[in-house]
């Protein structure tokens, strides 16, 4: 079980990491095409680790998500099972694309995820938001590819790491 | 990890495999949390808990930031500094002039409102809170305060800037608060024109540059550069301080409302530093039923169009 468990922890890790990176203030128009960064990280996870990225734990990071941002609770949680369920369905194509093939495939996920984030909006009478608001997709898909190496890199350093300490 | 398809010790955390009836679970969970949440206040009181828990995260969020702008402070030389003091000496000083000439205008101003028996205008009081400078959602219009419960801040609050009112603030922790700005769709405004005093309602529209003023009617003595200013009526903000400027006005001749737009006047958040005005009790609106719900929103009632929510946003 530690390998799991080393997983875990990098999940855990990356995903308070990327939730407070997207808290960081940014220049206006910086920040309005900021991907949504737990929305990457899940995604790796249950692509590559889905064994601890389930439904469960989408839900339980979106709901820490909604509290940060402060929108309306459950929003995040709702839109982040989406997203998860779709990556493990399609799992077990999306593993073998080539990755910028995969990348595609993020800028769908991320696409559908912008789709319901409207939704929801509409749903509680916002107004339609300007065009920049499809931009984040865009950007999630170009930085996909990195935050996949970034992720790998460090998730079989980490078992190797482990495998060499134990027996 | 393992060769894919070989999942042998994936049951243990929610399997590798989507479970259909867990989604479905989970995303009943989630919409019935988001309706909770749409209801007006039941869960402000779990959010305002939360941010005790959350202040931490905003602090190390804000670091970048903070430590950005002490650095600037530690690197800009002196003789910026003393240009900067100059100028804000300066700048206190002509306002200061306008502010005696103001006095004396009010004063006037008053010894014919007492001639009439008008009521008094309530002086403008206040706590100076921050804004924590952080990116909550660059579409949605929230704010972070520096400042919560224990500094007096409470639901309702009204915030404003050196330019008009800001929004109000929509849950208080302990130290840190949330705030809604005036263009939050969900946030509704009673206004008067300043220059003949007609009154109606301002809505946000998301846009962080206009206000709506919808159902008006067709014949309104409104025109384009017309302040807006807050009224009495909703009672969460002092009578008279800028709100926005008319800055376009439509007049549909098939439709029996004319609807408006308005810039507002404040920096929007752009300002770090606001005051928060508490609601002014004696002058808020008039209790509808007197028994089943107080009244929260800021909205007049008997208004022709329900506001998207109310006042502000639960």
Known sequence: MRPLRGTYRLFLLAAAIALLLTLVPMPTWLAVMKPMGLALVLAYFALEAPEVAGLGHAFLLGLVAD?????????????????VFLTLRFRHRLRFFPIWQQAGAVFALLLNDRVLDLWIRMMSGSTWPPLLFWLSPVVGMAVWPWVFLLLDGLRLRRRQAQRDRGP | MMPPGTNAQAPLFAGGRPGTLKLVVLLALAIMLMLADRQRGFLV??????????????????LPA????????????RQALAAENQQLREELLTTQVELQQRRAEGEAHARVLALVEAT???????????????????????????????AGLARGDGLIDALGVVGQVSAAGPNTAFAILITDPNHALPVEVSRNGVKSIAYGTGDATRLALPNLPLSVDLSVG???????????????IPVAEISAIERPTDAAFA?????????????RELLAVKPIAWLGPPDPTASARSPESDATPGHVQPPPSTGEEP
Not at chain 1, 67 to 83: D, F, P, S, W
Not at chain 2, 46 to 60: D, K, S
């Open chain 2, 120 to 150: 008094e205008r309530e002086a403008v009081t206040g706590t100076l809170v921050r804004i924590v400078d952080l990116d909550l959602d660059p579409f949605r219009h929230r704010l972070l305060l520096d400042r919560g419960s224990n």
């Open chain 1, 67 to 83: 509290v940060l941002y402060g929108g309306l609770l459950g929003e995040h949680a709702l839109r982040m099972v989406i997203l």
């Open chain 2, 66 to 77: 903070t430590i950005v702008e002490v650095g600037e402070l530690a690197v800009s030389d």
């Open chain 2, 45 to 62: 009181s779990v959010r305002e808990r939360a941010l005790v828990l959350t202040a931490p995260v905003y602090w190390l969020a804000s």
């Open chain 2, 259 to 271: 609807i408006a737009y308005a810039r507002p006047l404040s920096a929007l958040g752009r300002n």
């Open chain 2, 226 to 240: 017309d302040r807006l200013l807050t009224t009495a009526v909703g009672g969460r903000f002092p009578a008279g």
